[in-house]
């Protein structure tokens, strides 16, 4: 009983370019690919076949090998030259084994003896069909991931456009350096972990007397941390919250209430939230789990120490969107001629250092008192920079860090603070 490959009703369609010199081979070889449904281009020489070949797209080659000028395997070495060359299968009236090894070393992917029955050709030409599918599947599914891999790559260009577009808006919302303000300073210094932060902060000026400030700090970093902190920043815009009519445990608390998770994600935010009096240095404070503050003051004796503020201030509320009933009280502060307030996110100190385990916030506390003697912006790159080697140049979490200085009492030499400092 005959075997028909039906090659016609493939997935897709076999073409065949038949190589024989002998037109009396060529009809009968032609004849019988006819009869296993495959469409078949004749070429009487290598030559020609080069030429078919440019012309058409070939899945299949039979040729013979000794054939006038170019022979077999010089035209399948050829053919196996360019890119996705076609199966090339070779017919020789030598079955010699030295034969089959220069053609199979000149890209042959099968042989068959001359002469040869029909049958046999049936099961070579099968076995070709059957790989010639599996490459072209290949073929179909490489092109689909190259497609969507181009898209993927789009998609995901824009998307490093857009995050970039928003984390400039992000820096945008810092604060710039104030000075002057009744002889107060503020200066600051930001790092985050990803493009997007989770950290966000700013001071404002309320009037002529009073500054308004607050340093947010979202769990984690990336897009839903960073929105969460734009989104609480601006419910605490002077647009739409009444900084001069309530106090910064009123703000808190109106914060906390605000807060929203919109995917129940246990998200939070820790934050502190002050107001100043730039004439007489009182100094009010909320927190919502936040880390307390670290005061440099200037003593009577004209001397800098530390001083971290009370620790009750972290503890003094849950984070942002733990408790909608939190109570923040408010903690009174006075800052005195030439005092230095340094607020910072936790970033700034649970970093770890691949052999010398987490920063501390005992090691921030020392690094600000070693450098109570350095100026305002030089007290803040010296913290900032020993952060950021402590972690290798690759910041782990956002870090926030803002100092706030009172204007300078002049010492017993007549030199104010900043120039005892220089």
């Known amino acids: 009983m005959g075997m028909t490959i039906n090659a016609a009703h493939t997935a897709v369609s076999i073409k065949v370019l038949l190589v024989e010199d002998t037109a009396s081979e060529r009809f009968y070889i ?15 020489s290598a030559e020609e076949a080069l030429e078919r070949l440019n012309e058409h797209h070939i899945d299949l080659v039979v040729s013979d090998w000794r054939m006038p000028g170019m022979s077999g395997p010089e035209l ?14 070779m017919l020789t009236a030598n079955a010699d084994t030295g034969f089959l090894i220069q053609g199979i070393e000149s890209g042959a992917d099968d042989y068959l003896p001359k002469p040869f029955a029909p049958a046999v050709l049936r099961v070579r030409l099968l076995a070709a069909v059957r790989l010639i599918e599996l490459n072209q599947a290949l073929a179909r599914q490489n092109a689909a991931l190259e497609r969507a891999i181009t898209e993927v790559s789009a998609a995901n260009q824009q998307l490093q ?14 604060p710039a350096p104030m000075e002057d303000i009744n002889g107060w300073h503020c200066l600051s210094r930001f790092a985050s972990a990803s493009m997007l932060a989770g950290d966000l902060f700013n001071i404002i000026r309320l009037d002529e007397q009073n500054l308004g400030f607050y340093l947010i700090d979202v769990a984690g970093h990336g897009s839903a ?7 609480l920043a601006m419910m605490l815009s002077p647009c739409r919250c009444d900084w001069h009519g309530q106090t910064p445990a009123g703000l808190m608390s109106m914060l906390n209430q605000g807060f929203v998770d919109p995917g129940e994600q246990g998200q939070y935010a820790t934050a502190l939230i002050g107001k100043l ?14 880390p307390a503050p670290i005061l440099l003051r200037r003593n ?11 620790t009750a201030l972290a503890a003094a509320g849950f984070p942002l969107g733990i408790m909608d009933a939190s109570q923040y009280p408010n903690i009174e502060l006075q800052l005195n ?17 691949a052999n010398h385990g987490r920063f501390g916030h005992g090691r921030l506390v020392r690094l600000a008192h070693s450098g109570a003697q ?28 803002m100092l706030l200085c009172a204007p300078a009492q002049s010492n017993p030499d007549g030199r104010s603070h900043e120039q005892s400092a220089a």
Not at 30 to 44: P, R, T
Not at 225 to 231: E, H
Not at 300 to 310: M, N
């Open 30 to 44: 032609a004849e019988l690919l006819h009869q296993q449904g495959f469409e078949v281009i004749e070429s009487a």
């Open 76 to 89: 399948c070495h050829i053919i196996k030259s360019r890119p996705q060359p076609p199966y090339v299968l």
């Open 161 to 174: 456009a857009d995050l970039h577009q928003a984390a400039l808006l992000q820096q945008s919302l810092l």
């Open 225 to 231: 941390a960073a929105m969460q902190a734009f989104s």
């Open 277 to 290: 009096n730039t004439q007489s240095g009182q100094l009010s404070l909320a927190s919502a789990g936040h």
């Open 300 to 310: 009577s004796q004209g001397e800098d120490c530390d001083q971290v503020v009370d």
């Open 337 to 353: 001629g030439g005092d230095r307030l340094l607020l910072f996110s936790d970033g700034a100190y649970e970093s770890l250092h």
């Open 374 to 401: 350095l100026s305002h912006s030089a007290l803040i790159s010296h913290l900032y920079h020993a952060i950021h080697l402590w972690q290798g140049g690759v910041f782990q979490d956002d870090v926030s860090l």
